[in-house]
Every structure is written in C-alpha cells, then in structure tokens.
C-alpha cells in the first residue's frame, strides 16, 4: 500500500472527526480521506514494462473497488503491472476544492509510478489509466487536461498517461448524469464549470491512444458518453477502439 502523501495532504482541511472510512456489506467504501493506491505486480519472468492505474467508479460519491481488484489481477496474468488508487470522493468536508480534489489524486498517482518505475520494473512510457464509470470520467479529465496541472511538479515528470482505458464512463456533463456532476461541481453549476468537466470538448491532438467500452442498454450512463468521447477522438485523429455491447447494463 502507498500514500499519495506521506508527507501531508495538499487541498486538505483537518478531517472530522466523524468523517470516519467505512465500508458497506456491498464492498462500496465512503467517507475516505487518505489517498492510497495498492500495487499489484506480475510473477517474476512475467512483466513486460506496461502498467496500468486503475480508478474505480462510484459517482464521486463512493468507490467501488472490487472490479478494479479483478482488473488488476487479470493484468498481472498478463505480465502488467498494476495499481489501484484509493481516492477521496469529492467532499467540501475535507477538500478546499473538492472539484479539483479527484484529479491531484490522479496526477499525483501518475507521478509516483513514473518516478519510481525503474524500482518496479516498469517502462515509463508504458504507463496508462482505467477507469470505470466516474474513474471514467477522472481518467479522460487527466488525459484531455494535460496543460491544467494541480499538483507540485517541480520535477517536471510527465503527468500526460500514455493510454487510456475507459469503461462506461461519465463524460458529458449534463442534467443526465445528475449525482456524477452534483457531487463534483454542484447541483447549479456555471457554464464555463460544464465545460471544463465535459471531458469530449477538450479531445486534441494530444489525448492518448483510448480504448472504450459501454453497453447500449445502460441506464445509469447513456452510451452517448462513449460515442461523443470517441467522435472527438475521430476529429482529433487520436487513435483509439470503442466498443459497444448490445447488453451488459452499467457496472459489468
């Protein structure tokens, strides 16, 4: 297990005392306050250099580790390395801006792995992102805002993934995905805060290689965020995959 901050948290108020961590007899985990991430490598012989950060879903409200879990591990089946990042959601609670809260944890995470990389055997041009639903939506805002750093980076170590897994994630900001953007910018947020967390309008040249993932009958996050996700990449000319399942609904 690694702390994103040994030594203090950035953007952080004193945590309330009844801010306590917990987790629910589904596996969800609320109330987090320490950022971590846990390391996942493959079997001696097995790694090829290639590593993945792995973000879970959860609306910004909770996360849902248990698939990033099973993500990791089948990586490692493949010689990748992975890391699951234990994220504080976004919380007024705890964070000075709990808009921007998610994405320091990110670039924060991304930092960390490509600064240790050799000590773990890792190619630092082989470092991607996942993530899942509202990871979803972490990961494309790390990979679409890469001149918007919010971290110390006097080191100048490249915060920019080298590619981007994205499955059934949130990426319009709308009145469709109500809790995703209410927990993050609000329930009235302004035009300009929309468009800075629509992640499709900041696509560019620049956007990593991505590969998406959705199913067309998901309620809960329409397949229109993939689709919009990727006719930016089309427009962009950054080279990706996306595909659609006919059924799967949202979290498989």
């Known amino acids: 297990m690694i702390p994103l901050y040994p030594n203090g948290i950035p953007n952080s108020k004193k945590t309330p005392p009844d801010y306590i961590e917990q987790t629910d007899s589904a596996g969800l985990i609320s109330n987090v306050s320490v950022p971590t991430m846990q390391a996942y490598f493959p079997e001696k012989g097995k790694a090829n250099g290639t590593a993945v950060i792995i973000f879970a879903g959860g609306g910004y409200f909770v996360l849902a580790p248990k698939k990033c879990v099973e993500l990791a591990k089948a990586f490692n089946r493949v010689g990748v390395a992975a890391f699951v990042v234990k994220y504080p959601l976004a919380s007024e609670k705890i964070m000075k ?95 300009e805060a929309l468009n800075l967390y629509s992640t499709d309008r900041h696509v560019s040249a620049k956007t990593p290689p991505t590969y998406l993932v959705h199913a067309a009958d998901d309620d809960v996050i329409p397949v229109q965020n993939s689709l919009s996700f990727f006719d930016a990449m089309l427009i962009a000319g950054v080279p990706g995959e996306l595909h659609i399942l006919q059924s799967g609904g949202h979290g498989f």
């Open 97 to 191: 801006d709990k808009a921007t809260g998610p994405l320091q944890d990110a670039q924060t995470a991304i930092k960390i792995v490509r600064k240790r990389a050799g000590e773990w055997n890792i190619d630092p041009l082989k470092i991607g992102m996942v993530g899942l639903s509202a990871g979803g939506h972490l990961v494309s805002t790390a990979g679409t805002q890469l001149d918007r750093v919010v971290i110390e980076n006097s080191e100048n170590i490249s915060l920019r993934p080298d590619f981007m897994i994205l499955l059934y994630p949130v990426v319009i900001y709308d009145p469709h995905i109500s809790r995703t953007r209410e927990n993050l910018i609000g329930k009235k947020p302004s035009r």
